[in-house]
């Protein structure tokens, strides 16, 4: 079963929620908690320890992306 249809919720709102277009409500996030049989804090965890690698590795990809712009540069 699709989560936002169990959760009651629309699949654009899911979608948009994931994406980072719209923020979910405390209420949103307990819903979900619930539905995957997690307290609401253990969700949240997660979720910050997943963003926290992401914007490590959009930092790693950044610094990688001015060493290849630098060394392109210098190559000219």
């Known amino acids: ?3 936002a249809v169990a959760a009651g919720y ?4 899911i979608g948009d929620v994931e ?19 997690l ?3 253990d969700l ?4 910050e320890r997943l963003l926290s ?3 490590r590795e959009n930092r790693t990809k950044v610094q ?7 060394a392109r540069r210098m190559k000219r």
């Open 1 to 3: 079963m699709d989560l």
């Open 10 to 13: 629309s699949l654009r709102y």
């Open 19 to 37: 994406r980072g277009a719209k923020s979910a409500t405390l209420r949103t996030m307990k819903d979900l908690a619930t539905l995957l049989n």
């Open 39 to 41: 307290r609401l804090g």
């Open 44 to 47: 949240i965890s997660r979720a």
């Open 53 to 55: 690698y992401r914007d």
């Open 64 to 70: 990688v992306s001015k060493h290849v712009d630098k």
